[in-house]
């Protein structure tokens, strides 16, 4: 009887962090809802750029947004959105329609990544807008959490 208390309070303790850690995750929005979603409430906008292939995004995405102190800085005061520089699919936003660059054999990239970056891709690349869709922060390379979160308070103490 012992071990079968011992198995069952196991499987509780398992069960309840992965049940905390799934309710803990970014709240990814796209750019044709921030219009709308500034008339409920205004906010700035974090853009991370990124590309599949790169190793640097791909810890970012792993390490910097899987921080628990990250997402819940992130999803109380900003909004987010997560771009793919060489996705394919068109995005309206400010009302301009932003297409995918062809630049070779399946080679390309998005005009709103070149637009956001001023055209000077480096990935990843983090840039916050603000409630007016204008640039107050732009980086082009990796942000731990902890200085991620040093970002995002001096940000948020500016609103």
Wanted: glycine share 2%; aromatic share 12%.
């Amino acid at each position: 009887m012992h071990k079968k208390n011992i198995f069952i309070l196991f499987f509780i303790v398992l069960y309840s962090f992965g049940q905390k850690n799934k309710e803990l995750s970014l709240h990814v929005k796209q750019f044709e809802e921030i219009a709308s979603l500034q008339q409920k409430q205004k906010k700035p906008v974090i853009v991370f750029l990124h590309t599949n292939w790169c190793k640097y995004c791909f810890a970012m995405k792993k390490n910097t947004f899987t921080n628990d102190d990250v997402i819940h800085k992130i999803n109380t005061n900003y909004y987010f959105i997560s771009l793919d520089a060489e996705s394919k699919k068109d995005i309206i936003f400010n009302n301009h329609t932003f297409k995918y660059r062809p630049s070779g054999i399946n080679t390309g990239v998005h005009e709103l990544a070149i637009a956001l970056t001023d055209n000077k891709l480096t990935y990843p690349s983090t840039i916050i807008l603000s409630a007016n869709n204008e640039i107050i922060f732009k980086t082009d390379s990796f942000i731990s959490s902890k200085d991620l979160l040093i970002i995002l308070d001096k940000i948020t103490l500016r609103q």
